[in-house]
């Protein structure tokens, strides 16, 4: 590690944390990864290991501590009975010769002593815990962030490899441990006496196999297409409507439990046996030993036959097998120090960066993609890379016609790790400062390495985004125009911007010719437009989808420019953002957004165009003129009587800007149960602080 000053190594460690929560959230909660599992543990590993050599700088939520993401979906949340711990990783033999040794020194064991350790295929897939009560299946939870999880049972009842009942099973499934004669024997040596409280816990997967015929299908009826097998088996068990994960083939391998009524073994291999008598899936190639050498053999076996196996896996666990020793060893952190994650390295080859293509996402991002000479690696051939951004293609120094050698981990699309040629006289990759789309600016704001489009109401690539915006509920909420209706409209070429929506009663008689439209149904649509006419200015403003202006901020801006109109004269004058910025509640990232959106060119057009078929009204403030009239009110907790932008627009009507955070400028704190650093802050700074009880019999009384 590079010598940093405390300064620097609190920097790195602030960019680590955001970057780190931002991958957990794309792999926990989106299973959208974008970079390799490999990629993300050193992220982890540089995190652990600034903060070991700047203990000071450790903090209690450090991303090194840390498992998974709390759950956000619609399902129901679970709080786990034991938590659901991750493992720690190790990437080379010495670390695994150290690993033992330190459960030799912990346990004080004397040298002569083995420490047998069992070892198993570390399967990528989605963690799941299931609970069983007296034999019968009543709990089915996702890890989420090791305490939380999500409520999964109705889904796991549609997976066949798992058992609804464990009582009186007639056999394993046959791809537990060993042949069905072997799970007989266990049957008939443990008898039909399962644990009255029995949490099983383990890895819903997709076979490579299923998943490849499921892309095909999905491909053939025009729906998602999924990265890899894991992405895969996630979003099919985290479906609201279990009739969707019944139609995926998910499997389920079972690698450990959480709380049990009673052990049920002395041994974690014994265990392992044990739950595959009672029917459910263990690896075949799980097996204990007592010598680091064959611990080791068997990782390179595993690591060898990886390419066969039915499932995809990225390494191999080891777990110390005398469970008493495991109680001893306990854990630290998000880790127990009984096992460990061997690794395997990612697989790379070398081949010719051949193009350089731009696709344009559905906000706007340019995100640079290589077009590679088709290349084997793993059993795979990769013709394609992501290159993330444009700082990432000038920091490789990427040009067309490279020698580059590539790196793929798992099934996440793979990455250029090495420019082999960069030192040859090649021409310079020029990134476009316009989108290949539409042709307006490409820009990055400042601080960000995201180039974006700027031609956001006529940009083709965010069209459908945009105009599921426009008429969003928060902006001008076109009843009757979802996604759907705004889908095909534009498959039809009747939708190009949100100034055609004003057009479409051009297209009544052609509509009603069309399947799923009756008469009713295009004149309310119609209808609904029609009354749009007129529209609120600060729904209209937010509509528009300029980055980084919200309902607040809208209201903000026409509370002090009036209209829209004045807002984009003021935007495109000498001083603009200079002006922008000076109003309250607008800073200078909001006032530079403003000031590209409005120096497009396309933008204008676009706006000159919907501003020829609707009105939007002049600003008028709903607020009274009372005591609180342009003071500061920050709602915290939860708020159990009203929601929180109900709130908000009651401080509004008298006159009060609500604020997101507390500072020596607020005047009110409105506090909920859970309020938590904001009332500190508060109580810290001697701001007033009311309950929402005594917030209501003030807004009465105004």
């Known amino acids: 590690m590079p010598e940093l000053s405390e300064a620097e190594a609190a ?69 786990h009975a034991r938590p659901m711990l991750s493992l720690e990783n190790a990437f080379s033999d010495e670390e695994i010769r150290d690993f033992v040794g330190r459960v030799r020194r912990f346990l004080s064991l004397p040298a002569d002593e083995p420490v047998a350790l069992t070892a198993e295929p570390k399967i990528d897939g989605l963690s799941c815990s299931l609970r069983y009560e007296n034999g019968e299946l009543v709990l089915a939870a996702t890890r989420g962030d090791g305490g939380v999880g999500e409520d999964v049972t109705a889904n796991v009842r549609t997976i066949g490899d798992i058992p609804q009942s464990l009582l009186r099973s007639p056999r394993a499934k046959s791809r537990g441990v060993g042949a069905e004669e072997r799970v007989s024997t266990l049957l008939d040596t443990n008898g039909s006496e399962v644990p009255r409280i029995l949490e099983i816990r383990g890895e819903v997967y997709m076979s490579k196999a299923d998943f490849a015929a499921l892309n095909e299908r999905q491909e053939a009826a025009g729906g998602k297409i999924f990265a890899n097998p894991r992405n895969a088996a996630a979003g099919s068990l985290r479906q609201k409507d279990a009739s969707v994960t019944a139609a995926r083939p998910l499997r389920f391998l079972a690698h450990g439990w959480g709380e049990m009524s009673e052990p049920l073994a002395a041994t974690q291999f014994d265990a392992m046996q044990r739950i595959a008598g009672f029917g459910l899936p263990v690896a075949d190639l799980l097996r204990r030993f007592e010598t680091i050498d064959d611990l080791l053999g068997h990782y390179a076996a595993i690591e060898h036959a990886r390419a066969d196996l039915p499932f995809d896996i990225d390494g191999v666990v080891y777990k110390v097998d005398r469970l008493d020793w495991q109680e001893r060893l306990g854990q630290v952190a998000r880790a127990p120090r009984w096992g460990l994650a061997h690794k395997f390295p990612a697989e790379k080859a070398e081949t010719t960066l051949e193009a350089i293509d731009i696709q344009v996402g559905r906000t706007g991002k340019l995100t640079p993609v290589g077009r590679l000479k088709p290349v084997g690696v793993g059993g795979v051939m990769v013709a394609n890379v992501t290159l993330h951004n444009r700082d990432e293609i000038v920091r490789l120094g990427l040009r067309i016609g490279d020698r580059v050698r590539i790196q793929r981990a798992g099934d996440v699309i793979p990455q250029v790790v090495e420019n082999l040629t960069r030192d040859e006289a090649r021409a310079d990759y020029l990134f476009p400062d316009h989108c290949p789309d539409c042709g307006s600016e490409a820009i990055a704001e400042e601080g960000e390495v995201d180039v974006r489009c700027t031609g956001g109401l006529v940009c083709p690539a965010q069209r459908i985004e945009r105009l599921k915006h426009f008429v969003s509920r928060g ?51 119609l209808a609904a437009i029609e009354a749009k006419r007129e529209p609120n200015p600060a729904r209209f403003l937010f509509g528009l989808g300029i980055r980084h202006v919200g309902t607040v901020t809208a209201k903000d801006l026409l509370r002090c420019f009036g209209t829209v109109q004045a807002l984009r004269k003021a935007a495109t004058g000498e001083s603009g953002q200079a002006e922008l910025a000076g109003v309250e509640g607008v800073g ?53 009587t009203m929601s929180r932008d109900e709130a908000k627009a009651q401080a509004e009507r008298l006159g009060a800007r609500a604020a997101g955070s507390v500072s020596v400028k607020t005047d009110l704190v409105v506090a909920g149960p859970g309020a938590g650093s904001k009332l500190k802050n508060a109580e810290e700074l001697g701001v007033r602080i009311v309950s929402e009880q005594e917030w209501a019999l003030i807004v009465a009384e105004a």
């Open 588 to 640: 200078p990232v909001v006032a530079e957004a403003l000031v590209d959106f409005f120096h497009g060119e396309h933008n204008r057009e676009a706006l000159d165009d919907l501003l020829f078929e609707v009105r939007p009204q002049p600003f008028q403030s709903q607020a009274k003129q009372t005591e609180w009239t342009g003071k500061t009110i920050v709602f915290t907790g939860t708020l159990e």
């Open 11 to 79: 920097n790195r460690l602030m960019r680590l944390a955001k970057e780190i929560a931002r991958h957990d959230r794309l792999y926990h909660d989106r299973d959208e990864p974008e970079i390799s599992d490999a990629q993300y543990d050193v992220l982890v590993r540089e995190n652990r290991e600034l903060e070991e050599h700047f203990p000071n700088l450790a903090r209690a939520d450090s991303p090194s501590k840390r498992l998974g993401a709390a759950p956000t979906s619609a399902l129901a949340k679970v709080a």
């Open 475 to 525: 902006a001008l909420d076109i009843e009757g125009l979802g996604e759907k209706t705004i889908v095909e409209f534009v498959e039809l070429g009747w939708l190009h911007s949100p100034a055609d929506i004003f057009r479409l009663k051009q297209h009544r008689a052609e509509l009603l010719g069309r399947e799923g439209w009756k008469e009713k149904s295009v004149d309310n649509l």
